[in-house]
């Protein structure tokens, strides 16, 4: 089955500086790639999306890569703010949807 | 206002007593979820199911089980909790299985 590594685990970085987290998936036939943002207290939401037939899709200061090559994609935040301060979980989907582990990410002052 | 509803929000309970987790969308969604959430795991697909009647396993299926008797609602059902139960679990809900899910607030389960 489908296998999702996601890293790093903890990110800081200092307000308006970029952060990237990576993602890899084991399965070559996974087709859908979200990208959800928990606050604390709240259930994921989606922040981002892309499917296999696209390479990069952006959304103002949110972008995301695919390579289905190298079976990896990547969340790109530019511009940090202080309320990105938050928990990120990638995802790939097969005939099932599998979750990274997540990355805390910390917004510096 | 668009949402996903779970009840409870928090419940302590004690190994054994049979408990149900309700979860409701008023999004008209074909697709829904439940998942677990551990420190350090992520999240864990626990069933889904894909439309009325229809239910299949996720990763984590041991120990739980769901009904999808009307399109609304999915409830979990934990027959007799045990304390490795003891987690914070979301419902999620999308129009199909591959678009964007709205989750709930989770609900925090103790079983002692």
């Known amino acids: 089955g489908e296998n999702v590594e996601q890293h790093p685990s903890t990110l800081s970085v200092q307000e308006g500086d970029s952060a990237v987290i990576k993602c890899t998936y084991s399965d070559s036939a996974s087709n859908y790639f979200p990208w959800y943002k928990q606050e604390l207290g709240k259930g994921p939401q989606l922040i981002i999306d892309i499917r296999s037939n696209v390479g990069e899709k952006k959304d103002q200061r949110i972008a995301v890569t695919l390579n289905k090559t190298a079976k990896h994609f990547s969340l790109h935040i530019t511009e940090t703010q202080p309320e990105d301060s938050a928990v990120y979980f990638c995802a790939a989907r097969d005939d099932k949807i599998i979750f990274g582990k997540g990355t805390r990410l910390h917004i510096l002052p | 206002e668009a949402q996903v509803t779970q009840n409870p929000r928090y419940l302590i309970t004690v190994t054994g007593k049979k408990l149900t987790v309700t979860c409701s969308q008023n999004?008209?969604?074909?697709?829904m979820s439940w998942y677990r959430q551990d420190p350090g795991l992520g999240l864990r697909q626990i069933y889904y199911?894909?439309?009325?009647?229809?239910?299949d396993k996720g990763d984590v299926p041991e120990g739980y089980k769901v009904s999808r008797k009307e399109k609304r609602n999915f409830p979990l059902i934990l027959e007799s909790p045990s304390p490795n139960q003891t987690s914070l679990y979301f419902c999620?809900?999308?129009?199909?299985?591959?678009?964007?899910?709205?989750f709930g607030d989770g609900t925090r389960l103790s079983i002692l």
């Open positions: 999620a809900s999308s129009f199909l299985a591959d678009q964007p899910q709205h």
């Open positions: 199911s894909m439309n009325v009647e229809v239910t």
């Open positions: 999004m008209n969604h074909e697709y």
